[in-house]
């Protein structure tokens, strides 16, 4: 029904900057809160970021202040820009969308992710 596209990561050093883009395509009427996530190697995947159909967001603390996410609802598009990028924040990036359907109701999906590696 959904399908959810993430673009933009890559090899950066330290320091650097990156914009991942995350496009939904399909069949839904409404894309409610989008949400990325990351999962590095070895760990459990985490919450990054979240925001919100009418555009309120959060984001998590090891990040704040370096990443911002942000929403283009025209283009069904949410982004995360990173700012001064640390090795840790080496993980495969992963995009989550709540949608709803008339004909099937509420429903959630993911993207297949996108590799970050930062390098020191």
């Known amino acids: 029904q959904v399908q959810l596209v993430e673009s933009g990561g890559g090899l950066v050093q330290a320091g650097g900057s990156l914009r991942l883009s995350c496009a939904a395509s399909?069949?839904?009427?409404?894309?409610?809160?989008m949400c990325w996530y990351r999962q590095a190697a070895g760990k459990q995947r985490e919450l990054i970021a979240s925001i919100t159909s009418g555009g309120s967001t959060n984001t998590a603390d090891s990040v704040k202040g370096r990443f911002t996410i942000s929403r283009d609802n025209a283009k069904n598009t949410v982004y995360l820009q990173m700012n001064s990028l640390k090795p840790e924040d080496t993980a495969v990036y992963y995009c989550?969308?709540?949608?709803?359907?008339?004909?099937?109701?509420?429903?959630?999906?993911w993207g297949q992710g996108t590799q970050v590696t930062v390098s020191s």
């Open positions: 399909g069949r839904f009427d409404r894309l409610n809160t």
């Open positions: 989550n969308a709540d949608t709803f359907s008339l004909a099937t109701g509420w429903g959630i999906y």
